[in-house]
């Protein structure tokens, strides 16, 4: 039973470090591309970001940033680069969640459930 | 400054601040804020935001290779996350209503205490404490292999521990930084965790924890893709061939060096922040 459960656990291990090193890899490919697209258009402009003035309303949602990913628009590529990045843990947890469920231990598939939660209402949450 | 310029030196910069983090341990994280800042003139809200961004590469970058090791300890990642990331939520709400003034003095004293952290030798003190009876039911106790083989440890102290790290993930989400010192310093001294256990659970939890305050940023508008892309690349990078050096290069005087540079950076926050120029 005792080596059931850890053999389980390395599985689990194994898949989550693959998981996190693909993430990572997929968001930073994404950032790249977009931003040779938004250099090769805007790398002559000047920059300021000196003052704060907030990003437009189409960066600052999912649904905004893969409109601008469908117009080739360079800034909301990047932007969809770091979305992907953010939901790389969440993705973590998820899978985390499944694995502790394989191995019945319930108490941190509750413990798994409410970090997921707290991740999602972030990410998605009524508007602050 | 054409944004081409701006991209690539930030990008270089960037390296550095991962490339040093990673040889040290320490994350690049707490400086590249005060370097975007102090630097760059950079509103330090898009300077939180960018930097929280390349917190979850660099961390989920290096998770990736100690998970597969077995060093982590899944199940105190998890449970401690809970903590974490209710934290980093409250920080990421606390972000929005205080002064940028007061961001960046109480950036200037956790730079101090990551200064005075970073001089610190690692602690190897060899502890057998008896089982703690919350920890057990809670199945935080694990082992880890080590040069002799597998060891296991008992873990200590969970009510302080949690409470650290939910101060731990308030300041991640308040000033976009990992908070790995004060991570390690909950699990290491408080829940009497072995070191190397701590470190690589710590960079288990970062990615986590600033996802939870990443979301809120994002929604909010602080995450510009033109500062954080620079950023994300060049910190991401510097870390991967950090991780390459680390066997080759002599730590010490790295640290010394890094830690008197964090401190000076310290000064320069609070100074900012005192006298309201941040």
């Given at each position: 039973?005792?080596?059931?459960?850890?053999?389980?656990?390395?599985?689990?291990?194994?898949a989550?470090?693959?998981?996190?090193?693909?993430?990572?890899?997929?968001?930073?490919?994404?950032?790249?591309i977009?931003?040779?697209?938004?250099?090769?258009?805007?790398?002559?402009?000047?920059?300021?970001?000196?003052?704060f003035?907030?990003?437009?309303?189409?960066?600052r949602?999912?649904?905004?940033?893969?409109?601008?990913?469908?117009?080739?628009?360079?800034?909301?590529?990047?932007?969809?680069?770091?979305?992907?990045?953010?939901?790389?843990?969440?993705?973590?947890?998820?899978?985390s969640?499944?694995?502790?469920?394989?191995?019945?231990d319930?108490m941190?598939?509750?413990?798994?459930?409410?970090?997921?939660?707290?991740?999602?209402?972030?990410?998605?949450?009524?508007?602050? | 400054m054409?944004?081409?310029?701006?991209?690539?030196?930030?990008?270089?910069?960037?390296?550095?601040a991962?490339?040093?983090?990673?040889l040290?341990?320490?994350?690049?994280?707490?400086?590249?804020?005060?370097?975007?800042t102090?630097?760059f003139?950079?509103?330090?809200?898009?300077?939180?935001?960018?930097?929280?961004?390349?917190?979850?590469?660099?961390?989920?970058?290096?998770?990736?290779?100690?998970?597969?090791?077995?060093?982590?300890?899944?199940?105190?990642?998890?449970?401690?996350?809970?903590?974490?990331?209710?934290?980093?939520?409250?920080?990421a709400?606390?972000?929005?209503?205080?002064?940028?003034?007061?961001?960046a003095?109480?950036?200037g004293?956790v730079?101090?205490?990551s200064?005075?952290?970073?001089?610190?030798?690692?602690?190897?003190?060899?502890?057998?404490?008896?089982?703690?009876?919350?920890a057990?039911?809670?199945?935080?106790?694990?082992?880890?292999?080590?040069a002799?083989?597998?060891?296991?440890?008992?873990?200590?102290?969970v009510p302080?521990?949690?409470?650290?790290?939910?101060?731990?993930?308030?300041l991640?989400?308040?000033?976009?930084?990992?908070?790995?010192?004060?991570?390690?310093?909950a699990?290491?001294?408080?829940?009497?965790?072995?070191?190397?256990?701590?470190?690589?659970?710590?960079?288990?939890?970062?990615?986590?924890?600033?996802?939870a305050?990443?979301?809120?940023?994002?929604?909010?508008?602080?995450?510009?893709?033109?500062l954080?892309?620079?950023?994300?690349?060049g910190?991401?990078?510097?870390s991967?061939?950090?991780?390459?050096?680390?066997?080759?290069?002599?730590?010490?005087w790295?640290?010394?060096?890094?830690?008197?540079?964090?401190?000076?950076?310290?000064?320069?926050?609070?100074?900012?922040?005192?006298?309201?120029?941040?």
């Amino acid at each position: 039973m005792a080596a059931e459960r850890n053999w389980t656990d390395r599985r689990i291990e194994n898949a989550v470090g693959n998981l996190l090193r693909a993430g990572v890899s997929l968001a930073a490919l994404i950032v790249f591309i977009g931003a040779i697209i938004y250099l090769v258009r805007h790398g002559m402009s000047p920059v300021e970001y000196r003052v704060f003035r907030g990003e437009p309303a189409d960066l600052r949602s999912v649904h905004g940033i893969l409109r601008d990913t469908f117009h080739l628009r360079g800034r909301g590529i990047i932007q969809l680069g770091l979305l992907v990045l953010i939901a790389t843990p969440v993705a973590r947890v998820a899978l985390s969640m499944f694995g502790f469920a394989a191995e019945r231990d319930r108490m941190y598939v509750w413990f798994t459930a409410v970090v997921f939660l707290i991740l999602l209402y972030s990410l998605l949450g009524s508007a602050v | 400054m054409s944004t081409l310029e701006f991209t690539l030196l930030v990008c270089a910069g960037s390296l550095l601040a991962g490339l040093v983090g990673a040889l040290t341990g320490l994350g690049g994280g707490v400086v590249l804020v005060p370097f975007l800042t102090l630097l760059f003139k950079v509103d330090i809200r898009y300077a939180i935001g960018a930097s929280l961004v390349s917190v979850i590469a660099t961390s989920s970058g290096a998770a990736a290779a100690y998970v597969k090791e077995g060093i982590s300890n899944i199940r105190i990642g998890m449970f401690l996350e809970i903590a974490t990331t209710l934290g980093a939520l409250l920080g990421a709400h606390l972000a929005a209503r205080v002064s940028t003034h007061a961001i960046a003095i109480v950036f200037g004293m956790v730079l101090l205490f990551s200064a005075y952290f970073a001089r610190k030798p690692r602690p190897l003190h060899e502890r057998d404490a008896p089982p703690d009876p919350l920890a057990t039911r809670l199945r935080l106790n694990g082992s880890f292999p080590d040069a002799e083989g597998e060891r296991s440890y008992n873990v200590q102290h969970v009510p302080a521990g949690w409470s650290l790290m939910f101060g731990a993930g308030a300041l991640s989400g308040l000033l976009g930084i990992g908070s790995g010192a004060m991570k390690v310093l909950a699990m290491d001294q408080a829940m009497r965790i072995p070191f190397k256990v701590s470190t690589s659970t710590s960079n288990f939890m970062i990615g986590v924890t600033a996802a939870a305050s990443a979301g809120v940023y994002l929604r909010r508008g602080y995450i510009d893709p033109g500062l954080a892309m620079p950023v994300m690349l060049g910190v991401l990078a510097g870390s991967l061939l950090g991780a390459k050096l680390l066997m080759r290069v002599h730590t010490k005087w790295l640290r010394l060096g890094f830690s008197l540079v964090i401190a000076l950076l310290a000064i320069e926050m609070l100074y900012n922040g005192l006298s309201g120029r941040i």
